[in-house]
């Protein structure tokens, strides 16, 4: 079994930074894809960004985040992060990291965290 955990949520003030964590652990023999989500009560999820393994990984962003976010990886650590500068109050939400990982008994299987809340007030 895997468990993403994420974290490095919290408040910030607009204008401000934040790096989210999301750690995996248990059974993986290679993340092939990673990604950010979030949602806001009473709405959909939203995706965020997302990272593409290879020894020059691909990123893609949503719109709305594209030059302010930056998604990264560290496959020695299984971690993902998340780098968002200029954060606005609308980027209040509950940010959850996805992985499709692959081992060997199951093959390539999508997971999720929790969830980090991350609020952006002055």
């Known amino acids: 079994q895997v468990q993403l955990v994420e974290s490095g949520g919290g408040l910030v003030q607009p204008g401000g930074s934040l790096r989210l964590a999301c750690a995996a652990s248990?059974?993986?023999?290679?993340?092939?894809?990673a990604g950010w989500y979030r949602q806001v009560p009473g709405k959909q999820r939203e995706w965020v960004a997302s990272i593409i393994s290879g020894s020059d990984p691909r990123t893609t962003y949503a719109d709305s985040v594209k030059g302010r976010f930056a998604v990264s990886r560290d496959d020695a650590k299984n971690t993902v992060y998340l780098q968002m500068s200029s954060l606005k109050p609308e980027d209040t939400a509950i940010y959850y990291c996805?992985?499709?990982?692959?081992?060997?008994?199951?093959?390539?299987?999508?997971?999720w965290g929790l969830g980090t809340q991350v609020t952006v007030s002055s």
């Open positions: 996805t992985m499709n990982i692959y081992y060997f008994t199951h093959g390539s299987k999508d997971y």
């Open positions: 248990g059974s993986i023999f290679r993340i092939n894809t």
